[in-house]
């Protein structure tokens, strides 16, 4: 959905204002990081996260382990799927409302596909699966979802060593 006709004058120090309305359909707070890019003629902000940064590293590194462990590898931020080895439909799509409730409670637990939890309003997870949450020095950052046939030791380990990678891209 492209916004069209807000103004904004620019200041002495060169900031503008980036109007309330924006702020909340894109859930920037005070204090959020904004990457800004030129493209063409335009100044694009983009809200940064360290992880989408990043993105093409993640992505090859999860489709490098699932084609040798066979599990599924889901990685979120608060708010939205950036990357997964399932559907790159499902890249961008918001996390459901009750999912986002009740994800504390799914940490690091080894879930049935019987539970039928919705990840999206439109995906639900349909194999089982385990929850991790990614957060570096106690800032919360989102979750690793790995999905398997069955999760054991082996798919443990498995996504041990992911959210290891993972907090090396948040170190850097």
């Given at each position: 959905?492209?916004?069209?006709?807000?103004?904004?004058?620019i200041?002495?120090?060169?900031?503008?204002?980036?109007?309330?309305?924006?702020?909340?359909?894109?859930?920037?707070?005070s204090?959020?990081?904004?990457?800004?890019?030129?493209?063409?003629?335009?100044v694009?902000?983009?809200?940064?996260?360290?992880?989408?940064?990043?993105?093409m590293?993640?992505?090859?590194?999860?489709?490098?382990?699932?084609?040798?462990f066979?599990?599924?590898?889901?990685?979120?931020?608060?708010?939205?799927?950036?990357?997964?080895?399932?559907?790159?439909?499902?890249?961008?799509?918001?996390?459901?409302?009750e999912?986002?409730?009740r994800?504390n409670?799914?940490l690091?637990?080894?879930?049935?596909?019987?539970?039928?939890?919705?990840?999206?309003?439109?995906?639900y997870?349909?194999?089982?699966?385990?929850?991790?949450?990614i957060?570096?020095?106690?800032?919360?950052?989102?979750?690793l979802?790995?999905?398997?046939?069955?999760?054991?030791?082996?798919?443990?380990?498995?996504?041990?060593?992911?959210?290891n990678?993972?907090?090396?891209?948040?170190?850097?």
């Open positions: 959905m492209k916004m069209a006709g807000i103004v904004r004058r200041d002495e120090l060169g900031r503008i204002v980036i109007p309330k309305e924006v702020r909340k359909r894109l859930r920037m707070d204090g959020d990081l904004v990457d800004i890019s030129i493209l063409d003629e335009n694009v902000l983009t809200k940064f996260h360290p992880l989408n940064h990043d993105a590293l993640l992505s090859s590194f999860c489709e490098s382990l699932k084609e040798t066979h599990s599924d590898i889901i990685i979120t931020n608060v708010n939205s799927i950036i990357y997964n080895t399932l559907d790159d439909c499902l890249n961008n799509e918001e996390l459901n409302g999912f986002k409730k994800v409670s799914f690091e637990k080894e879930m049935s596909a019987l539970t039928k939890l919705n990840l999206t309003d439109t995906f997870l349909n194999r089982d699966f385990i929850i991790y949450e957060k570096l020095a106690e800032e919360h950052y989102g979750y979802l790995l999905l398997d046939d069955m999760i054991g030791k082996k798919q443990k380990e498995l996504a041990n060593l992911i959210l990678y993972v907090n090396k891209i948040l170190k850097n």
